[in-house]
């Protein structure tokens, strides 16, 4: 009999403990609320633009499951399903030019991205305020330059017959060399001068972030006996780390994105070995009959392969240091 | 051990300065190339003698821009709508990116996730058309504007900002002290965030500066567009026509025009950023933390 | 907020603006009587009496059947149409508009951004009442005509409503077949004006033959003697080799082809035998692609031929000592410069080689560009429109679309005869066509008025060239083929593919990168695996179905 009525209780106390713990939930989070919905304010425009400018047109991606007739509309055109999925990865140049995309790529990020933060790195510690200034200044300016004047340029100043570069390798005894003749050199051609044109500019934000850096953190450093340098490894570098996670994450997630302008620009007879890229071989089918679901579709595929890029050097980061995008 | 400290710090900064050099000449080389080029004969560019100083000289670049009425109007849309497509762009991003620093916001991974899907998946150019015409935006700044009004790059590059300098330590503090988020944000943090205000600022200023696409698509009236549409529009002044006899002189003419502004429009839309920059600059300043709460 | 709901007032202003303009009043359904056959009468530039609907004329609702105005009450026409001018401060359009009483909405920007706005417009809905210039092409009208209904189809209005249209067909021949669609319809305007009868040829730096001493090459074994004579006699006098004994731009050296056989250009398709043939994989592009290998390894032609662009091709005709000894281009002055090239160069003939004894070059572009004009399904009024463009065909209304009103560079006198006039100073005959008019609205040339027109320096040069090469033209005739919508879907890859590799392999084997004999076998066999037989098919089917049409 006791052990009924020990049971009745016991139960009756986990259920009012559970109900305890509901309303104690409940009173947390109304509290939390109370002090926070400010932050949730916060985000309304951001969120509102989004719905309306990002998330209402996605409805317009099925079409690359479809055949898109504006007549019929988006969910009046037939379904194809696969279909220009299919016809992309059969086509003969696939595997081409997904490998010339993605070395291009790759090779942008492994040389384009460590520079600019060492670039930043050496103008934060160099002496001479105005200098620095000029440097800045100077180096910036590429960035405003078009791609259509910047591929003009690289043609002319590596031209075999007057080119710059070759003059210069004349001077030293070499002999001249038509680098844009070479699907070798393409590659190098465009990641550096892509280098050439984003340095300054993509250091702006690493620089900015040094000056977040306390000048304390610094000062108990020089005490230490550190020298400029071993400062730069042990203060400036770690201050920027969780900027420099940041911003690879998200280079990792534009890797399929190799614009098109540029290596059209650049584009010839003699190097298109290494310089047809998707979205340039993309444009030269768009020319013989124009298909929205199949550069839709197409836009996808890049867009797709993208984001688990991005989802995965997260997901690393996350695991192996504090930063992360989400 | 003073000098042997003195020293190693003077190698360093003349190493530095040296490297530094070398840069600024090697990349200021085709920035001085593009000045002289585009006072002078496009023939002898493109034949490789300008290297040092103009040949053949001639305004004709600058004039063939300038002679457009519409470069004016273009510059002052141009001017509008950067004002006010970057304050839309502050008031939209920064709070946003404040409230995803606090590392207590509840759903914060979720909304985070939210907010990255669309740099990745988008509709296309014609829902998203279809959607600002929908919306009356057609032929009218704010289509130039609002699609655009937040960068989720800039606002994430705002947000780490906001996660390392802003410590959510000193949020709880106020808060004893009766502050509010926001009397906090407005009074606290955003003080502090020159640097990263500076940045903003500089980068969605710059994209708008530079932005024709959204005008090309969305505006009819031609009183309406910014200069880089212009500047793009006089580019393509070659007349697509048959090659009828005679053309062809004119088309050889204005192909060399086009040659010759090549080089004159990027000065001309470059030059009002370039000068902005220093002022964007001053922002940038060492250390602005103001009694950390450490120790 | 209230900016939001300003704006929306704004804009629903603006389209109910644009909208109310497009919706002239339509016309009736009521009388179907033929219109007079007599044309004469309608619409010269010299007629004043125009004409305030006070004859007796036939009339369908608002619209006249005949003469001018076209319209009794002001009706309105919004026009797509791309071109760099200003139409509605032009003096042609105001004469017109005063002639015709259709007043035009000009929706007129640069071909890009034109370009554009049409490709939205077919999903937005929102249509001008017609498309005009250079905005639409075969596909388009594939797309958006045939089954899509964005486009209408205008052959009964023609017959109705336009006879000068309809005579300009009846005397041009091959005009009314090109711009039929695949289903038999017609929808489109065209432009129907005088074209070269070559378009690019080459030309030989003559002045260096005479320092020489030698004839003008009669083949190309010749040619390849004065190449070398070019190369290592310093025929410009100036101590160094710097002689570019023979340049062209990379991509089109197809052009020459013709040389060994056919012309290898675009879809690299010629008739030969009453069949198409695929230009790419003849033993005629096989020799010379030899050929020019051959003239490549010995330093005879141009080493930046498939890196230059366009600018430092032109750019080294013009340099101080002349460069080029035989180069490529429409007519020269471009690229070498007007002086200049009436100073040192000349047109070189047509080469026969050892395997070809009657070498060819293409023949010029058609007379007729078929998608100058479409009207759309949002026209109101799609007869008064078809009468203005028959309004636009009469010669003299098409001389001035041509070039501008009488006056600004050609004047006609009471007698007909057509007189050239120089432009003022600091323009140029182009410039002041740029500024008077847009020449690429529907009109209609026809040869024999052509042959009466004064012409100016370049095109007597241009004409020169024509006679010289007219004799090598390519025999057969390509026919002004339609692909249909399934077709273009058919080869597009294939397109693609085939062109990127033959352009690829070709510039590897002339510039010696790899050994064209020893992998021809292999470039046939991979032909046909990129799709050649497919490719071949349907271009035969479109070529031969346009042909049995003519």
């Not at chain 3, 005063?98 to 929706?107: D, I």
């Not at chain 3, 010379?288 to 080294?316: M, S, V």
Request: with cysteine; hydrophobic share 45%.
């Amino acid at each position: 009999m006791s052990n009924k009525i020990d049971s009745e209780k016991i139960d009756k106390g986990s259920e009012r403990r559970l109900q305890k713990n509901t309303q104690e939930k409940f009173q947390k989070f109304k509290y939390y609320m109370k002090g926070n919905y400010e932050l949730y304010l916060f985000l309304v425009p951001a969120v509102v633009v989004l719905i309306l400018f990002s998330y209402w047109p996605i409805y317009g991606i099925q079409i690359a499951f479809r055949d898109y007739k504006p007549k019929l509309g988006f969910t009046g055109s037939p379904w194809v399903g696969m279909k220009h999925f299919i016809r992309f990865f059969e086509s003969t140049y696939f595997w081409v030019v997904l490998e010339n995309t993605l070395k291009i790529s790759v090779y942008q990020l492994l040389a384009g991205f460590p520079i600019p933060i060492i670039f930043a790195l050496m103008l934060n510690a160099m002496p001479g305020k105005r200098y620095r200034k000029l440097i800045q200044t100077v180096t910036y300016a590429p960035n405003f330059i078009s791609t259509v004047v910047l591929c003009g340029m690289l043609i002319l100043f590596l031209s075999p017959r007057v080119g710059v570069f070759n003059l210069i390798i004349e001077m030293f005894g070499g002999d001249k060399v038509n680098f844009m003749a070479q699907p070798e050199y393409f590659r190098t051609i465009y990641v550096v001068s892509g280098i050439w044109q984003s340095m300054g500019w993509n250091s702006i934000i690493y620089f900015a972030a040094l000056s977040g850096i306390s000048p304390e953190l610094h000062e108990a450093a020089i005490v230490d006996g550190a020298s400029k340098f071993k400062r730069i490894l042990h203060v400036d570098l770690p201050g920027i780390v969780p900027t420099i996670v940041i911003l690879l994450i998200l280079n990792f997630g534009s890797l399929m994105s190799v614009g098109f302008e540029k290596v059209f620009l650049l584009q010839n007879d003699q190097n298109v070995a290494t310089a047809e890229t998707i979205a340039t071989y993309v444009y030269k089918m768009g020319l013989v009959n124009n298909d929205t679901s199949f550069s839709t579709a197409i836009g996808l595929f890049n867009s797709v392969i993208n984001l688990i890029l991005l989802t995965s050097m997260n997901y690393i980061s996350r695991k192996f240091s504090d930063n992360s995008l989400w | 051990m003073k000098k042997i400290k003195l020293t190693s710090n003077t190698v360093f900064d003349v190493v530095t300065i040296a490297i530094l050099t070398i840069i600024l000449i090697v990349v200021a080389y085709p920035l001085y190339f593009v000045i002289i080029a585009s006072i002078s004969d496009p023939a002898q560019v493109s034949n490789g003698n300008v290297m040092f100083y103009p040949i053949g000289f001639t305004f004709d670049g600058y004039l063939a821009v300038f002679k457009e009425s519409q470069v004016i109007r273009g510059f002052l849309n141009s001017l509008l709508y950067t004002v006010v497509g970057t304050v839309v762009n502050l008031v939209v991003t920064i709070p946003a990116a404040f409230a995803l620093s606090r590392p207590n916001l509840k759903g914060k991974g979720f909304i985070m996730f939210f907010f990255i899907i669309p740099m990745y998946i988008s509709g296309g150019m014609i829902p998203t058309y279809l959607v600002v015409r929908n919306l009356s935006m057609l032929d009218t700044m704010w289509s130039l504007i609002l699609p655009g009004a937040i960068s989720i790059y800039n606002m994430i590059i705002c947000r780490t900002f906001f996660q390392s300098t802003i410590d959510q330590g000193l949020v709880e503090a106020a808060k004893i002290d009766g502050c509010t988020n926001t009397k906090f944000f407005l009074h606290i943090a955003l003080p502090l965030s020159g640097a990263v205000i500076a940045i903003m600022v500089l980068y969605y200023g710059v994209g708008h500066w530079n932005a024709y696409f959204n005008a090309m698509i969305y505006l009819s009236d031609s009183n309406k567009f910014p200069l880089q549409l212009i500047l793009r529009t006089l580019l393509t002044k070659i007349p697509k026509s048959t090659e009828m006899a005679g053309n062809v002189q004119e088309a050889m003419r204005q192909a060399q025009v086009a040659e010759l502004m090549k080089y004159s429009l990027i000065i001309v839309s470059s030059i009002p950023v370039l000068i902005l920059y220093p002022f964007i600059q001053k922002h940038f300043v060492k250390g602005v933390m103001i009694g950390s709460i450490k120790g | 907020m209230r900016k939001k709901s300003f704006t929306k007032v704004l804009a629903t202003l603006m389209a109910v603006t644009i909208f109310a303009a497009g919706c002239g009043s339509g016309n009736g359904g009521g009388s179907t009587s033929t219109p007079a056959s007599d044309t004469s009468a309608v619409g010269t530039a010299a007629d004043s009496d125009g004409g305030t609907g006070s004859e007796e004329r036939e009339m369908e609702g608002n619209l006249y059947l005949t003469g001018l105005p076209i319209v009794k009450e002001k009706e309105t026409i919004t026009i797509l149409i791309d071109s760099t001018g200003d139409p509605d401060n032009m003096e042609l359009f105001k004469m017109f508009e005063e002639q015709t009483n259709v007043h035009v909405e000009w929706l007129v920007y640069p071909n890009d951004i034109a370009t554009e706005k049409k490709n939205l417009m077919y999903s937005s809905g929102d249509y001008p009442d017609a498309v005009g210039g250079w905005l639409l092409k075969d596909i388009d009208i594939n797309q958006y005509a045939l089954n899509d209904d964005v486009f209408v189809e205008v052959g009964d209005l023609i017959d109705k409503y336009a006879p000068r249209i309809t005579e300009v067909f009846d005397n041009f021949p091959g005009a009314r077949s090109s711009i039929t669609a695949p289903d038999g319809n017609i929808y489109t305007i065209p432009l129907i004006g005088p074209q070269a009868g070559t378009r690019f040829v080459m030309h030989i730096n003559q002045e260096w033959l005479d320092t020489l001493n030698l004839d003008m090459p009669k083949d190309t074994e010749e040619l390849y003697e004065v190449l070398k004579a070019f190369k290592e006699k310093d025929p410009n006098g100036n101590g160094k080799a710097d002689e570019i004994p023979f340049s062209t731009v990379g991509a089109n050296i197809g052009r020459i082809y013709g040389w060994f056989g056919l012309p290898d250009e675009t879809i690299h398709i010629q008739m030969q035998d009453g069949q198409p043939v695929f230009t790419a994989g003849t033993e005629g592009f096989k020799n010379a692609t030899k050929y020019f290998a051959r003239l490549f390894d010995e330093g005879l032609l141009d080493l930046e031929l498939f890196t230059h662009d366009a600018a430092q091709y032109n750019a080294k005709g013009k340099t101080e000592d002349a460069l080029y000894g035989v180069f490529e281009d429409w007519s020269g002055p471009t690229v070498v410069g007007t002086d200049r090239y009436n100073e040192m160069y000349t047109a070189l003939p047509v080469l026969p080689s050892p395997d070809c004894d009657n070498p060819t070059y293409r023949q010029g572009d058609s007379w007729v560009f078929r998608t100058q004009f479409a009207i759309t399904s949002a026209a109101g009024n799609p007869a008064t429109i078809i009468r203005w463009l028959d309004f636009l065909y009469e010669e003299d209304n098409s001389l001035q679309v041509y070039m501008g009103k009488y006056g600004v560079i050609y004047d006609r006198a009471e007698d007909g005869t057509i007189t050239l006039i120089d432009p003022p100073e600091g323009e140029t005959i182009e410039s002041m066509r740029n500024l008077s008019t847009i020449s690429s609205l529907p009109l209609a040339i026809m040869p024999d008025i052509y042959n009466q027109l004064p012409k100016n320096v370049e095109e007597l040069n241009k004409n020169s060239i024509d006679a010289l090469y007219a004799p090598y033209i390519v025999p057969e005739r390509m026919p002004s083929y339609w692909l249909t919508a399934e077709e273009s879907d058919a080869v597009s890859t294939i397109q693609t593919d085939l062109d990127k590799f033959v352009k690829d392999k070709r510039a590897a084997w002339i510039t010696g990168q790899s050994d064209i004999d020893a992998e021809w076998e292999d470039y046939l066999a991979q032909l046909d695996k990129l799709g050649l037989q497919k490719y071949m098919e349907v271009y035969t089917d479109a070529i031969m179905r346009s042909l049995a049409s003519e």
